[in-house]
């Protein structure tokens, strides 16, 4: 099948689409500083600040000193305590895109597997579109990818969709993936150390611990970025986890640790990514 997108492509983040997010942002907890858009949406403070004052002249936002605030006067949906997809997508992209390509390497034909949403994983879609698998995934613009690209069985739990990430998430433990079972579950981390594998957001915990359960192996793709950086949850502990897959600039005492605790690394080299 014909490729219509290639997903390791690091492009730049298109005006409209950052400026949906800095709206989505402030519906969601209603103020938000410069610096803390900054961090969230990797761009400049003069580009936010030119968003905002373009926002605030259309009447989308209100400017304030510092930042923006929303001009809803309540919350209008659920806020999850993680990045946005289109965001991480293009963070060390070159280097991640050679990691999905590695875990995309330990899948064989006929093989059932659980794909976690996530900008690591999302871009493993590239290179399974020549292998027949059964896939289970709560990304549904991995989803989208695959139903598009390949001939996979592709399915997707019951819950709610959460744009800004591109998943979807169930707050009910029923949500249809106690049927499913996988040899191996795929999943990122906001980092992974001595302490165990992190996470953001107590909902993406629930989900991700559902999944879990149902697969024999877990594979986490992080970059060397994420090894040894804390956040706010803790996942798992490193028992959990199967193999891990990084890059070349991983901090060798840290891999030396992954190992004796019982964790296959698997390095793959470090793309240059500016």
């Known amino acids: 099948m014909e490729n219509n997108d290639s997903l390791g492509n690091a492009l730049p983040m298109l005006e409209k689409h950052r400026q949906q997010l800095i709206k989505d942002i402030l519906d969601q907890q209603q103020f938000a500083s410069v610096r803390s858009l900054t961090e969230k949406l990797n761009a400049s403070e003069a580009t936010i600040r030119r968003d905002i ?95 598009e690209n390949s001939d996979s069985q592709v399915s997707l739990p019951g819950g709610e969709i959460y744009r800004e990430q591109g998943i979807v998430l169930s707050s009910y433990e029923k949500d249809s993936t106690e049927y499913y079972h996988g040899s191996m579950m795929f999943m990122g981390t906001p980092g992974i150390g001595k302490f165990g594998v992190m996470e953001s957001d107590p909902l993406l915990i629930r989900s991700e611990q559902k999944l879990k359960k149902q697969t024999e192996k877990l594979v986490i793709l992080a970059d060397s970025s994420k090894l040894g950086k804390r956040s706010n949850f803790i996942l798992c502990p490193l028992s959990d986890v199967d193999i891990l897959i990084t890059d070349t600039g991983a901090n060798a005492d840290l891999v030396a640790y992954f190992e004796s605790n019982g964790i296959e690394v698997i390095l793959v080299e470090e793309a240059d990514d500016e």
């Open 53 to 147: 004052t373009k926002m605030a002249k259309r009447g989308e936002i209100n400017k304030i000193r510092g930042g923006a605030e929303s001009i809803n006067s309540q919350p209008k949906k659920k806020h999850l305590a993680s990045s946005a997809f289109i965001v991480d997508k293009n963070k060390r992209a070159n280097t991640k895109r050679l990691i999905a390509e590695r875990a995309a390497q330990l899948c064989e034909e006929g093989d059932s597997i659980i794909i976690n949403g996530g900008s690591s994983t999302y871009m493993m879609g590239e290179f399974l579109t020549d292998i027949h698998l059964n896939i289970l995934t709560n990304s549904f613009v991995l989803a989208n990818y695959l139903t």
